[in-house]
Structure formats: structure tokens, C-alpha cells
């Protein structure tokens, strides 16, 4: 898609109610056009919130001017501290994504909330050190435990890492708890000096029963559900072919009334 055509996707968006965005991947930061993206979509009346996720490797040269044209706050991925560890599990340089979560903070940026997939033998253990790092950075930490969507079953086993154990000592840690009512009934620990988020499978009814989510794929689709492909609403090529902005939000609501509960059955 162009920048244009984000831009009219998005403002149609607006115009039906839509007040809060994310552009995620993949891996948004690789578009050449990303500052152009962020400026327009950030600039169209109505919109409230303008965020990112982002694996935060090429964040650092970019987080002062995302900042400038719009974009609000991040969630960075980061996996682990651990160079050898990180190198395996995304081939990238952890020092990278530090100099990107650090330039994030510094841009203003704010929350910035970094992303921690725990897996079992994997980086599960490095949860105090992570913590401490958010600490140091004045991030915020999710701890996001192992879905078994998108993942071969013997990946799934093999790494699956349940997160009782890590949020029963960060309850005994708590000076308060805070439930998230409208993001799953998720939990919040805030620490004395620092706070760590708790995000379990979200393929279950508290999920479903608060969604409000609509998703467009990178291939112009608008997806109603994020467990679920066959249910996908093409409306990129009707915007290519010419329709207009009133056909294109009858898509959205087409869209939006083919909605239903992943596990309906």
C-alpha cells in the first residue's frame, strides 16, 4: 500500500468512530516511508492515539522525528539482554534495540512498554533482569506468555513457559494491582519503582468478549478477527478500482458485522 492509500483507509476509519491506532508488522520501521506514514495518519482530525510496535533495531535514528510527526507511545519486542540469546532467537543485535528503546524514552515517547515473549529454557529465567532494566530505562515490562496460535504443537510444548509462577512473585512484590477491564481483564503490578504488565493467551472468552479491535493486513484486507483468516474483507482493490469513500466504509461495517467469538464453538 501507499501512503496515500493508508492515509484514506485510515481517515475513513476515523470518520466512522475509529479514535486509536497501531501500526505494527512484520516490522513497520523497514518502510522507507514510515515518517510520511506516521505525519499523515497522525495529522487526521479525530485521532486521539497514534502508537507502534516495533522490534526497535532501527528505532534509535528514527524515534525523535516519529515523535515530532505524531506517533504517541511504542511497545518495543525484546526478548532478552542476552547478545547470543537475542542473536539466535531474531538474528539481530541486542545493542541495537537498547540504543532504540533508550532514544524512544528520550524522544519522549511515552509509555514505551517492552515486549518480553517468555520461553521455557529459553529466557524465563531472566525475568529479574529485565525487570531491573525497565527500571533503569523508566519502561514499562509486559510479560507475554506463549500462545498456541501460528505454532507447531512440538514449539508450543517444548517452549511454552506459564507465567503463574512469575506473576505470583510479582503480586507478593506489589504496592498495587491494577486490572486492565477493556484489555482482557489483564493484570498490572506496579512495583515500588517499576511496573510489569502480565498478557495471558489471549484465544480465550475475557479476550473475545472485549475486543474492539479491526485489523488491516498488510495486503489491504480488513480483518475482523486476529485467529482467524476466513472471514477477511478485501478493500484495497475496491479503493484501486475507483470506490468511493462512502462504498469503502460500508466495508467497514461488513467488516465489523461479521465479527463473532473465536471460540463461538
Excluded: W
Aim: glycine share 4%; net charge neutral.
Amino acid at each position: 500500500m501507499t501512503v496515500d492509500e493508508i492515509v484514506r483507509i485510515a481517515r475513513i476509519a476515523v470518520a466512522l468512530g475509529m479514535n486509536r491506532m497501531k501500526l505494527t508488522g512484520g516490522e513497520p520501521l523497514m518502510r522507507k516511508d514510515v515518517i510520511d506514514i506516521v505525519k499523515e495518519v497522525a495529522a487526521i482530525p479525530g485521532l486521539t492515539d497514534l502508537s507502534m510496535t516495533t522490534n526497535g533495531t532501527l528505532l534509535e535514528p528514527l524515534a525523535d522525528d516519529l515523535h515530532e510527526k505524531g506517533l504517541k507511545r511504542v511497545n518495543i519486542s525484546l526478548p532478552t539482554l542476552d547478545k547470543d540469546v537475542f542473536h539466535k532467537l531474531t538474528g539481530g543485535d541486542v545493542q541495537d534495540a537498547i540504543r532504540g528503546i533508550k532514544a524512544a524514552v528520550a524522544a519522549g515517547l511515552c509509555p514505551v512498554k517492552l515486549n518480553m515473549l517468555l520461553l521455557k529454557d529459553v529466557n524465563a529465567t531472566a525475568v529479574p533482569e529485565m525487570i531491573k532494566f525497565a527500571r533503569e530505562t523508566e519502561t514499562i515490562l509486559q510479560l507475554i506468555e506463549l500462545e498456541p496460535v501460528n505454532v507447531r504443537d512440538s514449539f508450543y510444548l517444548a517452549n511454552h513457559e506459564p507465567l503463574d509462577e512469575h506473576e505470583r512473585i510479582l503480586k507478593e512484590k506489589a504496592v498495587k494491582v491494577e486490572t486492565r477491564r477493556y484489555m482482557q481483564n489483564r493484570r498490572v503490578y506496579h512495583l515500588p519503582d517499576v511496573t510489569v504488565e502480565v498478557v495471558r493467551p489471549i484465544e480465550n472468552t475475557e479476550f473475545c468478549l472485549h475486543c474492539s479491535r479491526l485489523r488491516l493486513t498488510s495486503e489491504g484486507k480488513l480483518k475482523p478477527c486476529l485467529m482467524r483468516n476466513d472471514n477477511l474483507i478485501d478493500i484495497l482493490k475496491p479503493l484501486r478500482n475507483g470506490a468511493n469513500d462512502e462504498e469503502l466504509a460500508l466495508l467497514y461495517k461488513s467488516a465489523n458485522q461479521k465479527r463473532e467469538p473465536f471460540n463461538r464453538n
